[in-house]
């Protein structure tokens, strides 16, 4: 096994070799030391962003084949630098004089930079909503409203007003009155809209929170007279009540202007145009709910001050009534409510022993909470114990991996060998998993050609030809089997090339990590075994059947193994092979040479592909150029592995040794590399092709590789066809007007999530999006992946 080693700034990179799933964290650090110049107590490794700690093996943290680990290297301790901080600390003894290291005059001295130092941070003074007796006289005279004015502002986000008073006045720096000739914008009774003032206002019950700055045009009198429908006129501006959300609901207060009026002795209505928004946008015939709550708009100098001497309280305008706050109780103090009090007792009561989480925001009661507090937390952020996540369960930096209940059941964890089990190829697991057809599926992988060679048995289940890593046998026992490996590992299998005799699974003690043992027992038709059965053109027999059209049974993949060659001639000599489709002709129980009952099943070749053994079957695969393919990086490890072998050998020997043909030539004739068939495109997918003109940058592209074969070919197709949300190659795709693929399904989805842009290059799409399924794709990648649209919706 082997790893990649970076460093974080990306400027060094290593394969580090012959590692096992159960090397140390430590091994791993020694082995490091040399080549990144880093010593062990300064290195920290980081993977998929876990710290790797010692004590731990790669195994604990899920590190698999060619993986990349990161290395940070610690920086120096502050003690190792005592020398250059005491020549720090001499020059800054030194007298400054008024300059500075470069020589250049400072613009202050060091007595002025201590003076700086040792000043205290002025505390902000809290703004005085009363009026201070210093400021009985005005200090802006030129002001629209004074200190202490009852006003209506409005919440510049919504375009609403609400009940406010001004509690501090101060002059706009950036806006200067117009003088010289120029007109400052007024409205129609002379009032300007900006005054060169900035008001900072309180909204009514929310004192504690910090002042609003408007200015002219978003303030004006509270509004305190209410009009009769008979004293509305058509074309009128008003203040009423409308719910944007929910026309028949109570909401905020707008500013409209009245268009429609009927007032009957049964009917009363207004219809109007209410300015809504930051904007103030027109929103046309809205009907108002409330025409018995209709204000008259105030002008300003009608304003009362609650800081005049004939101020009276009692007689200030009634507050309104505004939309709710919390939906369920409508802000009825007596009814309880656990959405806007305490979400377990639904009580109002003591406010100030309430508290409020800051995941969820629901309030509790500090005697509610299960333990009760007694008083309030005094940290900043406070959770409640549904959102709390356990400490105990969190891994912070430097500590040590808690225990997996997943691994611990494992038989790796409870194994009491010494055996060091990681280093095989069966262990490292997958690197990528087939997309392009579901697990369940029968036939051909489209892409995979027969006669495709694989090292490992791990790759063959990255190309989904066969998904299992160790076990023989792929399937369901309800729907059937997919694939089968034949290696020879059962003394009862006979292989004859286009059919064979296989032998089903069970009837061995595979207790422990074991992967093989003697047969100890009968089989049984269940299982994989009744998988098999499946597959077979009849219906399922105890006592085992035999097809009548047995090319009717479902398909099943056939991979043979290099294992099976001492057995037989037609496995292959090296690695796996992917040898075609085959069905199941018949199967039946009979006492095996183990003395035991076994299930025997007839396996018959159904490919129209040519077989790997045979003449046009191997003039086939060298046309295709399949070629053994090996794990990313393993290559380049043997080599590596042989290099060092050899210079052990160089080392050991000594004396006179007889020359070697490559000590001789050692710059031998390279390799050819075999010509590759061309991948041709049919006539009719040429066609379709050429009618999916908005894809035709993307398969020219694709077209480019037909000249590497078809596997290459194939490959870029996928590539380019894969849908960015669900990362498989896209089903009813839907190409937007960027000329980007996404399946209809994850389009739809990201609509209903209220997100109306291309999920690739984040171009809006708009609202109403038809989204039309690119037929013509649809039909071309069907041809090219077959069956690929099973399992999807």
């Not at 082997?2 to 096992?20: A, E």
């Not at 002795?265 to 904007?279: H, Q, S, Y």
């Not at 691994?407 to 690197?431: E, I, L, P």
């Not at 109306?756 to 992946?785: A, E, H, W």
Request: net charge neutral.
């Amino acid at each position: 096994m082997w790893i990649q080693v970076r460093s974080f700034d990306g400027k060094k990179s290593l394969r580090v070799d012959n590692l096992s799933k159960l090397t140390k964290i430590e091994e791993l650090r020694s082995r490091l030391v040399d080549e990144f110049e880093a010593p062990v107590e300064k290195q920290r490794l980081f993977y998929r962003g876990k710290q790797l700690e010692d004590g731990h093996t790669l195994f604990d943290y899920s590190v698999g084949l060619n993986d990349l680990v990161q290395l940070m290297v610690r920086a120096a301790p502050l003690g190792e630098n005592k020398v250059q901080q005491n020549q720090i600390e001499d020059e800054d003894k030194k007298p400054n004089d008024g300059y500075n290291s470069s020589g250049e005059e400072s613009t202050c001295s060091d007595k002025e930079n201590k003076d700086k130092e040792n000043k205290l941070p002025s505390t902000p003074v809290k703004e005085s909503i009363s009026r201070p007796e210093s400021s009985t006289k005005d200090e802006h005279p030129n002001s629209t409203y004074k200190l202490g004015d009852i006003i209506d502002a409005r919440d510049t986000s919504v375009g609403a007003w609400f009940e406010a008073k001004i509690v501090k006045i101060s002059k706009d720096d950036k806006s200067e009155r117009k003088t010289d000739g120029e007109e400052m914008k007024t409205d129609n009774d002379g009032w300007s809209d900006h005054d060169g003032y900035i008001y900072s206002v309180v909204f009514d019950g929310y004192d504690d929170s910090e002042p609003e700055k408007l200015e002219c045009k978003d303030i004006r009198p509270r509004a305190r007279k209410v009009l009769s429908l008979g004293d509305i006129t058509e074309g009128q501006k008003v203040m009423a009540n409308y719910n944007v959300d929910d026309p028949d609901l109570r909401g905020f207060w707008y500013d409209c202007i009245i268009k429609g009026k009927r007032n009957t002795r049964t009917i009363k209505e207004l219809t109007a145009t209410v300015f809504i928004g930051p904007d103030l946008m027109p929103l046309d015939d809205c009907k108002l709910l409330f025409v018995n709550e209709i204000f008259d708009i105030e002008k300003p100098g009608t304003q009362v001050n609650e800081f005049d001497e004939a101020f009276d309280a009692s007689a200030s305008p009634v507050k309104r009534t505004n939309k709710p706050d919390c939906d369920f109780c409508k802000d009825n103090p007596k009814k309880k409510c656990k959405h806007c009090a305490c979400c377990v007792c639904g009580g109002k009561h003591d406010p100030d022993k309430q508290i409020l989480c800051d995941e969820c925001d629901q309030a509790y009661h500090l005697q509610c909470l299960d333990p009760p507090l007694d008083n309030l937390p005094t940290d900043d952020e406070w959770y409640c114990p549904s959102c709390k996540n356990d400490e105990n369960e969190i891994v912070k930096a430097g500590e040590k991996l808690k225990e997996s209940k997943k691994k611990s059941k494992m038989a790796s964890s409870t194994n009491q060998t010494s055996r060091d089990w990681g280093r095989g190829m069966a262990c490292v697991g997958r690197q990528r998993v087939c997309n392009v057809v579901p697990p369940n599926h029968f036939g051909p992988i489209p892409g995979v050609e027969v006669g495709t060679l694989w090292k490992f048995r791990v790759q063959v289940s990255e190309a989904g030809v066969h998904r299992p890593h160790v076990a023989g046998i792929h399937g369901r026992d309800g729907e059937g089997a997919y694939s089968i490996v034949l290696s020879g590992g059962y003394e009862d299998d006979k292989d004859n090339g286009d059919e064979f005799y296989y032998t089903g699974s069970g009837g061995r003690d595979l207790s422990g990590n074991k992967r093989t043992a003697e047969q100890s027992c009968d089989q049984k038709l269940t299982r994989m075994n009744r998988a098999l059965a499946k597959n077979c053109n009849e219906p399922i027999n105890e006592k085992g059947a035999e097809a009548k059209d047995w090319r009717g049974g479902k398909p099943l993949r056939v991979v043979r193994n290099c294992k099976g060659r001492k057995h037989s001639d037609y496995a292959p000599e090296e690695g796996n092979r992917y040898d075609g489709i085959y069905k199941v002709v018949k199967y039946w129980p009979e006492k095996g040479k183990s003395g035991f009952l076994v299930w025997r099943y007839l396996m018959r070749r159904d490919d129209p592909t040519p077989a790997p053994w045979t003449k046009a079957g191997g003039k086939r695969i060298k046309e295709l150029g399949l070629t053994m393919q090996y794990p990313d990086g393993y290559l380049e490890a043997q080599a590596k592995k042989e290099e060092e072998n050899e210079e052990k050998e160089k080392t050991t020997k000594k004396g006179k040794r007889k020359r070697k043909d490559s000590d001789s030539s050692p710059s031998g004739t390279p390799e050819k590399k075999q010509k590759v068939a061309a991948y041709k495109v049919g006539a009719e997918q040429k066609k379709r092709i050429t009618q999916d003109s908005v894809n035709k940058k993307l398969w020219d592209e694709a077209l480019e590789h037909t000249s590497e074969g078809g596997q290459k070919f194939l490959q870029k197709v996928e590539e380019l066809f894969t849908c960015i949300c669900c990362q498989e190659i896209v089903f009813k795709p839907v190409t937007t007007e960027c000329s980007h693929n996404v399946c209809k399904s994850c389009i739809t989805r990201s609509f209903k999530a209220d997100v109306y842009c291309c999920p690739l290059c984040r171009t809006d799409l708009g609202k109403d999006y038809k989204m039309p399924v690119n037929s013509t794709l649809q039909d071309i990648l069907k041809k090219f992946f077959p069956g690929y649209e099973s399992g999807r919706l």
